[in-house]
T-cell receptor, first 114, second 116 residues
Framework: AQKVTQAQTEISVVEKEDVTLDCVYETRDTTYYLFWYKQPPSGELVFLIRRNSFDEQNEISGRYSWNFQKSTSSFNFTITASQVVDSAVYFCALGTGTASKLTFGTGTRLQVTL | EAQVTQNPRYLITVTGKKLTVTCSQNMNHEYMSWYRQDPGLGLRQIYYSMNVEVTDKGDVPEGYKVSRKEKRNFPLILESPSPNQTSLYFC???????????????FGPGTRLTVT
């Protein structure tokens, strides 16, 4: 069975602070894929990143960065110099080649204030 | 513009009144899926389809039906809605037939359903 745990239910930061959203996953498959989605207050789900299990290189995209560590089964997401527009619910998700779906975590609500 | 569309976006209905939520994608994707989002539970898959006329149950299929008669459309049918089906529903598509777990899914804007 697959499982994704996002232990942080809500995080509040002040603009310009760095913030890390944690994601821990469980799967018995050796080939799997990890995703992050953003859900802003408007409600849509926005794809942020996809990473396969064979690529442990960290990735940076502007103020966003992702740290994938197979040893700890974690795929954490860091926002550097947060902005009010980063306020959203962020979902981590896990998929495998044999699965027919993405397994989502329960989400972390990020509130960035001035 | 490549997109997944859902209609209606908001719906309030009463227990037992059959309803259909439509989903359409214009990206020629093989795979389509329905999820429901509930507070504290994240998104859970209801049904999915790997191609025309091929559908299967997800994690929470009870009370729902789907059909895939055309590649672009994947309607969600609630034959006799109940209050526990009040939720936010998302349709999603992915380019590969087996892509449910392997590729990013493109989500529609969501349908907020309230059953009283």
């Amino acid at each position: 069975a697959q499982k994704v745990t996002q232990a942080q239910t809500e995080i509040s930061v002040v603009e310009k602070e760095d913030v890390t959203l944690d994601c821990v996953y469980e799967t018995r498959d050796t080939t799997y894929y990890l995703f992050w989605y953003k859900q802003p207050p408007s409600g849509e789900l926005v794809f942020l990143i996809r990473r396969n299990s064979f690529d442990e290189q960290n990735e940076i995209s502007g103020r966003y960065s992702w740290n994938f560590q197979k040893s700890t089964s974690s795929f954490n997401f860091t926002i550097t110099a947060s902005q009010v527009v980063d306020s959203a619910v962020y979902f981590c998700a896990l998929g495998t080649g044999t699965a027919s779906k993405l397994t989502f975590g329960t989400g972390t609500r990020l509130q960035v204030t001035l | 513009e490549a997109q997944v569309t859902q209609n209606p976006r908001y719906l309030i209905t009463v227990t037992g009144k059959k309803l259909t939520v439509t989903c359409s994608q214009n990206m020629n994707h093989e795979y389509m899926s329905w999820y429901r989002q509930d507070p504290g539970l994240g998104l859970r898959q209801i049904y999915y389809s790997m191609n025309v006329e091929v559908t299967d149950k997800g994690d929470v299929p009870e009370g729902y039906k789907v059909s895939r008669k055309e590649k672009r459309n994947f309607p969600l049918i609630l034959e006799s809605p109940s209050p526990n089906q009040t939720s936010l529903y998302f349709c999603a598509s992915s380019p590969m037939a087996g892509g449910g777990g392997s590729y990013e899914q493109y989500f529609g804007p969501g349908t907020r359903l309230t059953v009283t």
